[in-house]
């Protein structure tokens, strides 16, 4: 089992473009979550994503969007880059919609420049 | 912010004492989880606790939550050198995750 795996490691993207990055979670997990990690902070709920559907959301902007697909791997996408969204980007699955244990991947870092 | 409270921000202990850790929380809560995290990559579960309990057990690990204060406390211990980590508490309910921000942990040898 490969628990949660996620792409890319690391990211460098100019301020005002668009980022997609990718998780697939742990086998038999069919919940997807996904954070923001400033250095230095603890993770901020981005949202979830069951059933193919966002069900839970943080307080985060719009340019902040996802996607869950039907093998249950999930995309998070920014768009518009900010400077301030420079962070480690981690994504946790759990199996179903309880906010049981979360099982994360190592993360995706993010540089905005 | 959507975060909690940890206390203390960073602790520094000898190797074999005792470590303790608090979080605390603003709203209602389903339950309450405790996570590791080292050198900034992923978390780790370590233990889970309900709102309808007060306190749990796993090996080291001992926690406890009262939930008239909103708050929770992670005792580990006997310390050693691998449970230098940051550590996070993880509310829980049914609409809201939030993450406090953590008690940096050092085990001194």
């Known amino acids: 089992d490969a628990g949660v795996t996620q792409s890319p490691t690391h990211l460098i993207k100019t301020r005002g473009q668009q980022v997609t990055l990718r998780c697939s979670p742990k086998?038999?997990?069919?919940?997807v979550s996904w954070y923001q990690q400033a250095l230095g902070q603890g993770p901020q709920f981005i949202f979830q994503?069951?059933?193919?559907?966002?069900?839970q959301r943080g307080n985060f902007p719009d340019r902040f969007s996802g996607h869950q697909f039907p093998n249950y791997s999930s995309e998070l996408n920014v768009n518009a880059l900010l400077l301030g969204d420079s962070a480690l980007y981690l994504c946790?699955?759990?199996?179903?919609?309880?906010?049981?244990?979360?099982?994360f991947g190592q993360g995706t870092r993010l540089t905005v420049v | 912010s959507q975060q909690g409270e940890e206390d203390p921000q960073a602790l520094s202990i000898q190797e074999g004492e005792n470590a303790t850790m608090n979080c605390s929380y603003k709203?209602?809560?389903?339950?309450l989880q405790w996570y590791r995290q080292n050198s900034g990559r992923g978390l780790v579960h370590l233990i889970l606790i309900r709102s309808n309990e007060r306190e749990k057990h796993s090996g080291r690990l001992r926690v406890t939550l009262d939930t008239s204060k909103k708050s929770s406390s992670l005792l580990i211990t006997a310390s050693r050198a691998a449970d230098t980590a940051s550590y996070f508490c993880?509310?829980?309910?049914?609409?809201?995750?939030?993450f406090g921000k953590g008690t940096r942990l050092h085990i001194l040898p």
């Open positions: 946790a699955s759990s199996p179903g919609y309880m906010n049981t244990e979360a099982f």
């Open positions: 709203t209602s809560i389903n339950n």
């Open positions: 993880r509310a829980n309910r049914d609409d809201k995750i939030i």
């Open positions: 994503y069951y059933e193919e559907e966002e069900r």
């Open positions: 086998s038999g997990h069919d919940t």
